[in-house]
T-cell receptor, first 111, second 115 residues
């Protein structure tokens, strides 16, 4: 059974800092990994989807990397802004079916 | 593309009543949809897998008679919380696997409060 762990659980940084969120998973036989953002009381917004054949994906100030062999992914956020404050979730497929989520990293960017 | 619409976004109901939550794929067909539940400050936990035209598959510990799932068409799955109790208060989110984006897309979630 796939287990997903995210570190740190919470992070508070001043505006403008670059930061890294970490995700690890136990079963490396995945075909993709997805990073989501969740604002309080809201649903999920997909940020980046990395296919197993890729090592990284970039979207604006976000960069996600994937190392399947070691079961790790990182989400890098450059020049953080208060609007980036949210919970960031990492998820990987469980076989060919549903997704398994980490507990998330709650990010606060202070003005 | 690959949008999933979920309604209602929030609902308050009395204990003992039933509540139906709808999940629609707007621009693609979803033979499989997933229902998740999220308690405060916790991550999403899969409740059940909804398959079009057949019975849903429930995760261990989820009561199928309490959480009724119907997936009558390729674009609609519904979750009905029957005889709701305060402990059923939670955030319910549906998702569908969208080949269009080769990933999973999620509804906006439903905040259920049972009083």
């Amino acid at each position: 059974k796939q287990e997903v762990t995210q570190i740190p659980a919470a992070l508070s940084v001043p505006e403008g800092e670059n930061l890294v969120l970490n995700c690890s998973f136990t079963d490396s036989a995945i075909y993709n990994l997805q990073w989501f953002r969740q604002d309080p009381g809201k649903g999920l917004t997909s940020l980046l989807l990395i296919q197993s054949s890729q090592r990284e994906q970039t979207s604006g100030r976000l960069n996600a990397s994937l190392d399947k062999s070691s079961g790790r992914s990182t989400l890098y956020i450059a020049a953080s802004q208060p609007g980036d404050s949210a919970t960031y979730l990492c998820a990987v497929p469980q076989g060919d079916n549903d997704m398994r989520f980490g507990a998330g990293t709650r990010l606060t960017v202070k003005p | 593309g690959a949008v999933v619409s979920q309604h209602p976004s929030w609902v308050i109901c009395k204990s003992g009543t039933s509540v139906k939550i709808e999940c629609r794929s707007l621009d693609f067909q979803a033979t499989t949809m997933f229902w998740y539940r999220q308690f405060p400050k916790q991550s999403l936990m899969l409740m059940a897998t909804s398959n079009e035209g057949s019975k849903a598959t429930y995760e261990q510990g989820v009561e199928k008679d309490k959480f009724l799932i119907n997936h009558a068409s390729l674009t609609l799955s519904t979750l009905t919380v029957t005889s709701a109790h305060p402990e059923d208060s939670s955030f319910y989110i549906c998702s569908a696997k969208a080949e269009l984006v080769r990933g999973y897309t999620f509804g906006s979630g439903t905040r259920l409060t049972v009083v």
